[in-house]
Nanobody, 130 residues
């Protein structure tokens, strides 16, 4: 069974840091790009970051560049999102999702995130207090 399980969410003060983890199983990890999304209360789901570890390519939405870092441990089938200098408006449920590398390699990471992912986790809540 395909599973993506997020962890690491919690309560943090503005300016603080959290590291989210996404544990993948049930599919060929190296054949997929893994993305992080977030959905804040009353807002649409937003693509935050994406990684193709086999290709050595990462992507970040403009609002998190310089503050967030995505990385992967392919042997452990884990993807991380290190989030620094968090802002209250970044309070959201954060999801990880997987998409086949074909889309990533042909259309790029932004298109991959916007067109839809193959598999989704259930999310982890990040609350940033002011």
């Amino acid at each position: 069974e395909v599973q993506l399980v997020e962890s690491g969410g919690g309560l943090v003060q503005a300016g603080g840091s959290l590291r989210l983890s996404c544990a993948a199983s049930g599919f060929t990890f190296d054949d997929y790009a893994i993305g992080w999304f977030r959905q804040a209360p009353g807002k649409e789901r937003e693509g935050v970051s994406c990684i193709s570890s086999s290709d050595g390519i990462t992507y970040y939405t403009d609002s998190v560049k310089g503050r967030f870092t995505i990385s992967s441990d392919n042997a452990k089938k884990l993807v991380y999102l290190q989030m620094n200098s968090l802002k209250p408006e970044e309070t959201a449920v954060y999801y990880c999702a997987a998409d086949n590398q074909i889309t990533f390699r042909t259309l790029g990471p932004e298109a991959t995130m916007s067109l839809g992912m193959d598999y989704w986790g259930k999310g982890t809540l990040v609350t940033v207090s002011s």
